[in-house]
């Protein structure tokens, strides 16, 4: 698909966005103290992801997200919207390999450049109530996804003990600096090839109950990182 023209006035702003959410990031996300928290083991037991894995969380929680999985060539979808736009330059100067489509536009060729990065090993992960919302409602990309490939999907959260909240869609977080980051991962779920119609909605279900349930434990429990329970690691 040919890609999207914007006018200079939008260029402008794409370059001055782009660059200032890059530095925020960087400048905020080294002072982060994150840990992470599992619904089932991982492997590695140290781990802070697993892959190939098809992962799916809310918009707002991208900036800890960003930081924290920076320069390992996770892909992610980016609309061609002008906010996919300036997102899809962020991301990409922190090592994200930008695959641009969303749920309304471009869609099935995104899945399929998708599926590729996951042939190749590499880690996908949906922003999965953009670009747009409605808030907290999944859409079924990974689902869809996670049949065309026969690999498993998994929702995340990452919860923050201090943020500014914005005033935008999403409620998008930017962290305080020194705020602690709770990130807490949901069991695997394997949507099979053969899978009908009644079988899809009723994965898509498990997915949006299964972002719900990791939400819910972070914030409940953000506050403990740096405990036994939750203990800080290099991030």
Do not use: C
Not at 171 to 183: E, G, N, Q, R, T
């Amino acid at each position: 698909m040919e890609a999207r023209r914007f006018s200079l006035r939008q260029r402008i702003l794409l370059w001055l966005i782009s660059w200032a959410s890059y530095l925020a990031i960087s400048v905020i996300g080294p002072t982060l103290r994150y840990s992470v928290s599992w619904e089932e083991p991982p492997s590695p037991p140290d781990a802070t992801y697993e892959k190939p894995v098809i992962y799916s969380f809310w918009h707002r929680a991208v900036f800890a997200s960003a930081w924290l999985w920076r320069k390992i060539g996770i892909a992610v979808m980016v609309s061609r919207s002008f906010d996919g736009e300036y997102i899809a330059r962020t991301i990409e100067r922190l090592g994200f390999v930008a695959v641009r489509g969303s749920s309304s536009r471009g869609g099935a060729t995104a899945l399929l450049g998708l599926k590729d990065q996951l042939e190749q090993g590499n880690l996908v992960v949906f922003t999965v109530d953009g670009p747009r919302g409605p808030k907290y409602v999944a859409k079924p990309g990974p689902v869809l996804l996670s049949r065309a490939s026969t690999l498993p999907m998994a929702a995340f959260y990452v919860a923050l003990s201090d943020a500014w909240v914005l005033n935008t869609w999403d409620a998008l977080m930017i962290p305080k600096p020194f705020s602690k980051a709770l990130v807490r991962f949901s069991a695997k779920m394997r949507v099979p090839a053969e899978a009908d119609d009644a079988q899809l909605a009723e994965f898509h279900r498990q997915l949006q109950t299964a972002l719900e349930r990791v939400t819910r434990f972070a914030e409940e429990n953000v506050a403990q990182v740096g405990s036994a329970e939750f203990p800080i690691i290099n991030a």
